[in-house]
């Protein structure tokens, strides 16, 4: 989006971007409550809420998977990290950030993924971060439901639900591993 230059330089009003805020999270609480919630789940954990895990179908032969949330969202005032993860259906579970090196985008293990105070950190296919599920001790096929233990530095240890799932617009744009 482009503003005209001295609207840019003001930018709005502290007070306005907090209303635009909380309007912007209440239209989307009114989303998830209303017709989402057949498709979607989610779980509140401390001042966290943890928006729909899943993960893609592993293929046949390959070691890894690789397991996403819609959201994360912070509604705290204080920063939390994501700093671990684990699953019974893989050996270890990594946080992986996808990064481009000399044009090539390649994946890498961080320690931690931060989750800023009142936002919303997005974890899904196609964008910067994922949960790597090495080596997987069975395959993930569409319709299995499986548990993933996340670690936070605040919000201490919670366990969701990851829903199998063939997303629909991953059908060309998938992340490999
Ligand atoms: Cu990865």
């Known amino acids: 989006m482009v503003f005209p230059a001295p609207y840019a330089l003001n930018g709005p009003s502290l007070a306005l971007r907090a209303a635009g805020a909380l309007l912007a ?11 989402g919630s057949a498709q979607a789940h989610d779980v509140k954990t401390g001042d966290l ?30 920063p939390d990290r994501l700093i671990g993860a684990s699953s019974p259906v893989a050996a270890r579970v990594e946080l992986h950030r996808m990064m481009l090196d000399a044009g090539v985008m390649r994946m890498r293990e961080v320690p931690f993924i931060e989750l800023p105070a009142q936002a919303e950190t997005a974890l899904r296919h ?22 993933l233990t996340l670690k936070f530095e605040r919000a201490g240890t919670q366990t969701v639900k990851v829903w199998v799932q063939t997303p629909r617009e991953s059908a060309s744009s998938g992340h490999r591993h």
């Not at 999270?25 to 017709?35: K, N």
């Open 25 to 35: 999270v209440m239209a989307y609480g009114a989303l998830m409550t209303g017709a």
């Open 49 to 78: 809420v943890l928006d729909h895990a899943y993960a893609m179908p592993s293929l046949a032969g390959v070691a890894n998977g690789a397991a996403y949330l819609r959201g994360i969202r912070n509604r705290g005032d204080q």
């Open 126 to 147: 196609g964008g910067d971060y994922h949960l790597m599920l090495v080596d997987l001790k069975r395959r993930l096929q569409d319709g299995d439901r499986f548990d």
